[in-house]
Each structure stands twice: as structure tokens, then as C-alpha cells.
């Protein structure tokens, strides 16, 4: 005897990296940071209503993977997500992740979606959403140091949310520039190969760190930073994985995402614990003051946070209602009398 | 211009309901909860070498979503749980989960499983593997209240791992008693009915309780535990969620899975935060003292752990060795160059 069909509840409509593609170019790169950004601003603007912790995360001597579980009134969302330097010389990727979207109201899974194309994507939008806040005015030129996978999705958001026109791109792996370079070539960027960090940075209102290394290095130094840029600094995102010297650090007005999780994972765990930071969603409230002077040097030091990716969770969710680039996936018992665990599987001889 | 097909490293192997089901019957029930007993029992047996975390819960008023991980040397484990008592009426299932196992090595998923069914098989596996250690000598009839979806999992993994022949089945439900009675017809033990938790406990040496009330409920009063029992109780399982009269509490020696947990979620709630416990563990590995005396009153307080789910999981990546009931599933994005992620969406035209 076998069972009917299961139930629709049993269902959780699933995005696979291949759907994911191809519901990116039907939308278009530019145009998902774009309305990716509105789903991220939209929810950093009402940041105090959710369930927040710092990451849930399991370091190992090669890497470390992580939970990073939020919530809010109607929704439950979690990325899993795993960084290991040491993968991309073995053929992996550094980083991937995928993620789920649930109902607060019965616990049930509404979403499962490959999140590695989409962690990228949601970074570069919050990197140019906080520089929208931050960035000098006028800035359209950005210095990229580090060209591996999040490149050219930080150039694509850059250039959609803050109109930069010139990316200025070095990685200590010239194979990694050629790389991005052809990737942006047909983009309507102007793109430049650069054979060094302080070649990178010249004329840079935008300077983006993104190197992958899990040890404290030092990709920018204090004498490399001028007065009146923007850091973007992205790559230093664990414990002991910093990018940027120290003395750029007090020099500089530090914006951060989630203090708690900034302090252990991002630049500012080379600082006291009382250095002051300010949250960007209070700048985005108009809480906190972002850039007050054109001389100041900001910081946003990014390590990621759990609100980006619920946002970009929601965003999927909403999105493949209106292009059904998904698969319906049987990940959840669902026996006709819910007590009945036991017999429906015993029914299924 | 598109992609070729995604490398096998793109792939996890995803187990639905439908194919654990089709696994279980195919290995059979009882031998599923016997070998599933030997992977916990192997992996209590290791407990130092595991990561372990009490599990990161998001309470709502309706319910509660959490995230159980775990690591060793080799594999990390989490799994996905929903606990709304409400949902029962609105035809969802109380719980249901999901789990994922994963490579320490290089953070990539290797199993995504539906955990609904292999929750309730593993919980079982637990209760009886724990029972073999401290249960009372000869005790072959089993007192069971409570006769939701667990019940009759309970029940065979207890005929299977402990040898008990009878079973006595109360439920404030009658319906409830009355489906696990058919589900148990014809499974080689002798089933008893009964109207009142009293009567139900008559001659019992276990007593198991599996409410699912979100409240401090009071299952077993207690005047009616008496001498030389072993309670197996399984609901009391979140703040706030207790089975057992406090009374019983302190009469009794209670086991526990992981004190930290526990002491939130368990019934020792009810209790001072420095009463003494024993960890299963130690028992296990014959470094603490189990059941020492018949008329001893044992308590396993039962909240369900990390490490019981990790040792499901790696059951599950073993038998689908042998039987492949799963699917491949797109979930990892795999690039020919792990750094171009970028270009890889760009081609999928």
C-alpha cells in the first residue's frame, strides 16, 4: 500500500545555484542590487524589532563554518555559511552558503535557496548602501584591493547604488585581476589593472578591501590612506582575519553593522572594547551622524550580518513569486492526522 | 551561452520524506532504532572530542524555532527544529526538522535530510539506549502517557533495545490512544488501553512521558511514582514546558544529556541551578554510577541534544551508501575557477 502524493504543506520551494542564475540575469544584475539594497535598507530601518545574536559559529584549524539565525514579527530566517581560505587552491569555493525562510507562526520552512551567489550579492548591495550613507560626495572612482569572487559584485553595486563609473582593481595574484577585468569588461565600467595596493588607491574616493587570507595582514597601511575616503573593508570578517593596519583605525569614524559580532570577527577586534563605533542603522534612521566632512576618513567595517541575509531572503521569496525559477522540494512529514507520524511511515511499504 | 552541467561538488545528496520513509521500511523499523541506538551510544561514548553549544532557540508566543549544532574532528551536524503545540490543531505537525551534515575540512554540506521522521526514531533510540543503563532488571512493561507522534517510536525502539513486551497507553485524547493501539496491533507486543494516568502506570517498571503542552503541566503527580521505576520523560522540553510534580524531582536520581541545556529546558527547571545531576556520558563510559539500588527512582530528563542528531546524521550518510534513496541536489555553487563566481552567473544566459 502506498501513500497519496504528500500534502502542499509538505512542500518548501527550493532555489538551486542554477535557478538562482537564472533568476538573476531575467532580473538583471544591476536591477537585483538595486531592489536587494531597498530590502536591506528597509530592514536595517526598523533593526530594534528583531531577535538578534551574533553568529553561531564552529572554528576549525582549516575554517570555520556558521548559523546566523534572525527574526522578526512574521519571519525566521538562517544562513548557513562555511569560509575556507584554504579551499580555493584545492578547487572549492572560499565561502558558500545556503539559507532557509520560515513561518514564526507554525515554525514551517517557506524557503530553502542556495545562498552563495546570493551572499554575494547581498554584500556588495549592503557595501554600497552603507557607502550611499557614507562615501564622499562625488566619489566615482573606487580602488578594489583583493579580486576574487565578491569583486565584481561589489564593482556592479557600486556602480548601480553609487554611480561609481571607475574601478581601479589589485590582487597580490595578477590571474585574479585579469579575471575580474574581463568579467567587467562590457559593463560600463571604466576598468584598471593595477600592479599595486598604493597604485590601486590613487585618485580612489572609495577604497574596497576583500582578500581572503585568515590571519591578520595588513592590505592597507596608514600612510596609504589620505584624508577624505571611504573604506569599505570587507575581508576582515573572523577572529585573528583583520585587512587594515591599526592606526587607519583610529584615525578613522568606524561605522559597523552589529557591535557584538563587529568586535569579536571584524577590524575593530584590534581596538579596545569601549572604542567608539556607530550602528549604521541609526544612520539610516537619522539617528547618528554618517560623514559630516569631506576630510574625514569613514570605516565601514564589514563583517555581515544575519538582517542582510533575512532581507535577501525576503527578497527571493517575494521575487520567485513572480518568476517561479524554484522546485517544490518534500522536506516535511506531513501525515493526515498530525499525530500520526508512525503509521504514515508504516503505510509506505 | 550556457553553462555546463555543475560539477559534482555542486551536488548534495538531499533525503525527502518519501525516500526516508522508503530507507526505513527498507532497513525496518526495529533494526533502524537498534543500529540507530549504536551510533549514539558510540558517539556518547566520545563525548569530550564534540563542540558543543546549548542550541540557539527563538522563542515566539506560538512556538519555538531552533538551530542544534554540533562538530567533531570530521563532520560538523546541525539540525532545524520547530516545537508549536498549537499546530496540531490547525493540521501541521508539531515538529518538524530538517538537517544538514557537513565536512570540517572544507565546510561543504555532504547530507541534506528531512529530520521530522529521523527525529522521532532518534529521540526514541535515545530514551531506550538510556533506559538499557537504568531501567530497573526484568522491567518489561512500559507505562506510556501521552500518545502523540512519538509514542509509537517509543515503543518499538523500547521492544527492540530493552526487551519490554507491554505497553500501557494514556492520553487526555482518546483519539490519540486509540491510533497508536491500531498503529501497535500487530508488532509483537501486548497493548493495553487505558483511561486515567493511573491506571497506566499499574505494574509499569518505565514510565514514559510525552506531553506536548507549552506549559507547566503536571503529568505525574507524586503519590503516583512509587519505588524502584525509571521515568523516561520527554516533553517537558522548553522554558516554561514541565511533565513532572517537582516532588518527584527531588526523590529521584536524574540523567541528564548536557547539563547546560537541560537546566533551561528540562524539568530540573524546577529546580535549584547547583542540584545534582548525572551526565549519560559518564555512565556510559562506566565513570558515574547508573542504577544502583531496585527501589531506586530514575529520572532520564530528556530535552533532545546536538550530538543525538549528529549521530543520526551520520547514520543516514551511511546507509544511503548502501541504499540510495536520495537525490543529487544543486545546492552548492561550483565555479571551474572558484574565483569566478561572477562570470559563472554572468554565462548562465
Redesign the interface.
Known sequence: MT?PK?SA??FVP?V???NM??L??RIG?EAVLLELADYIEADFKRWPEF?K?PR?A?H?D????E?M?T?D?DN?G?K?V???PK??K?????V?A?G?L?S??????ILLT?M??LT?LRTAATSALVAKYLAPKGATTMAMIG???????QA?AFKAICGVDTVRLYDIDPA?TI?AV??LSDVGLTVIACTSGEQAIEGAGIITTCTADKLCATILTDNMVGAGVHINAIGGDCPGKTELHRDILTRADIFVEYPPQTRIEGEIQQLDDDHPVTELWQVMLGQAAGRTDARQITLFDSVGFAIEDFSALRFISDKIKEHPFFEP???????D??????????R??
Open positions: 501513500n504528500p504543506l509538505a527550493f538551486s545555484v542554477d542564475m537564472k538573476v540575469n544584475v531577535d545574536t553561531v564552529s576549525s582549516e575554517g570555520v563554518i548559523l539565525p527574526a514579527a525566521y538562517f548557513y562555511n569560509g575556507h579551499n580555493m584545492e578547487g572549492f569555493q572560499t558558500t545556503f532557509v520560515s514564526v507562526s507554525n515554525g514551517y520552512p542556495e552563495t551567489i554575494a579580486n576574487g569572487a565578491q569583486c565584481e559584485f556592479m585574479a579575471k574581463k568579467n522540494l518534500d522536506m516535511l512529514a506531513d501525515p492526522d498530525p499525530r500520526d507520524l508512525f503509521g504514515m511511515v508504516a509506505r511499504k
